[in-house]
């Protein structure tokens, strides 16, 4: 197959042609040419108004469904709402059933997704079926593939379990990325503590609870020397302390959700806006914005939690947290979070998760294997039943008109586009 991209802004750092407008020819996978004018009889030619092309987007603790969860999502599903959002990579949390905290299970994810269109790179569990008793075989996973060790959405509650696991993780060289929370303080729910949750009767989580437990995270990282991730921070309190404490061990992310939305996306009782972490106050959305366009948090994620409708569809506080988003992230955060650049949303979405998680970074130039993401952030487009491609539908975006749209993406020989 061969394709040309017309006119695109090439965003890649790393590339010599990187800022610059060209045409760019792949032919059976690879880029063969990049030029300011080409033309192919032969080639599949895309064009809009304002195209950009950058490497694949790599997302970090999606939440898949398979095995256990399969009514949820499945690998293939994954792929596909994954290839769509832009993504020709993902560190998957371990969160299914049974639990990915083994090398035999590891491998799965492996051999199950080796000739999928996007790469799959297992997260192992830090603890025995993420129950937060009992540690796992950390270095079986490693040597299995495993990229980094989590207990995904679970917090590691008892100090001693994950002083264990960063001690471990440093053996071989591996990232532990953890969830800050301290369940006890939360009430039970992934609730913002504030004036929408008073208003609405509602116990909500309070900051503490997350600040609380990223200090011991962040003390633990000290006495182990190890390397973490504190994954989808949520506060202006947590940004501060990470700021504080910033090394070249100590890395963030935060969730896209976290920084388009705030707590009065729930003021309905809307339970497709009850995610974790909570969605919080506008002061801690602008302090999370500026902390990822001044390089504070290094890694934006999907925070893809894919949860059937008839746990959505329960009373608001019984209602599963969670909120599908690799198709939406790019586009909720050119509609919503306008003070990010594109460059930096890029950066965010490609080259800082690979070089955090020791992955390959592809490149844009002639001669490497294609590995692309074509978008337009002026499209605008509605997310809704005739564009999802997840298995489920728990969105807070959902029939709602968003700016921002991935055209497509090409990985080798395989390829994705989307209607534009």
């Not at 009373?315 to 050119?334: M, N, V």
Request: aromatic residues 6%; contains cysteine; charged residues 20%.
């Amino acid at each position: 197959m061969t394709t040309l991209l017309k006119n695109a802004l090439i965003i890649a750092a790393h590339s010599q042609h990187h800022n610059t407008r060209r045409d760019i020819l792949i032919q059976n996978g690879k880029i063969t040419k990049i030029a300011s004018r080409i033309s192919s009889d032969n080639a599949k030619v895309i064009s809009s108004d304002d195209l950009h092309v950058s490497i694949g987007w790599m997302d970090v603790g999606t939440v898949g469904g398979e095995p256990g969860y399969e009514h949820r999502e499945t690998l293939t599903t994954l792929t596909a709402a994954a290839a769509s959002g832009g993504y020709t990579a993902i560190a998957l949390f371990p969160n299914t059933l049974p639990v990915v905290d083994n090398k035999s299970s590891v491998q799965y994810i492996i051999n199950s997704t080796k000739d999928h269109l996007v790469d799959y790179h297992p997260i192992g569990a830090i603890s025995k079926a993420g129950a937060g008793e009992e540690i796992t075989e950390m270095i079986d996973m490693k040597k299995a593939g495993a990229v980094a060790f989590s207990d995904g959405q679970k917090t590691v509650s008892k100090s001693g379990l994950m002083l264990m696991a960063l001690q471990y993780a440093k053996t071989t060289d591996a990232l532990i990325i953890h969830t800050p929370q301290d369940n006890s303080l939360s009430n039970g729910n992934t609730i913002h503590e504030g004036e929408v949750s008073t208003s609405l009767g509602l116990k909500g989580s309070p900051v503490m609870s997350e600040s609380l437990t990223l200090d011991r995270d962040i003390q633990l990282l000290q006495y182990s020397d190890s390397k973490l991730l504190l994954h989808n921070l949520s506060s202006k309190s947590s940004v501060e302390r990470v700021t504080e404490n910033k090394d070249k061990k100590l890395f963030s992310s935060v969730s896209y959700l976290n920084l388009c939305l705030t707590e009065d996306a729930i003021s309905n009782f809307d339970s497709n806006a009850k995610v974790n972490p909570p969605l919080r106050s506008e002061d801690d959305r602008q302090a999370l914005t500026k902390a990822v366009s001044g390089g504070k948090i290094e890694i934006i994620t999907s925070n893809h939690t894919p949860v059937e409708g008839d746990l959505k569809k329960m009373e608001f506080t019984y209602a599963t947290p969670g909120a599908i988003g690799l198709q939406t992230c790019f586009s909720g955060i050119i509609t919503h979070a306008t003070k990010i650049s594109v460059l930096k949303i890029v950066q965010c979405l490609t080259t800082n998760p690979r070089k955090i998680l020791d992955i390959e970074i592809p490149n844009i130039e002639v001669d490497e294997v294609a590995d692309l993401c074509i978008f337009d952030p002026s499209i605008s487009w509605i997310f809704d039943d005739s564009t999802n491609l997840s298995k489920s539908k728990n969105s807070p975006f959902w029939n709602q008109k968003l700016k921002g749209k991935v055209i497509g993406v090409i990985k080798s020989k395989s390829s994705h586009f989307n209607n534009y």
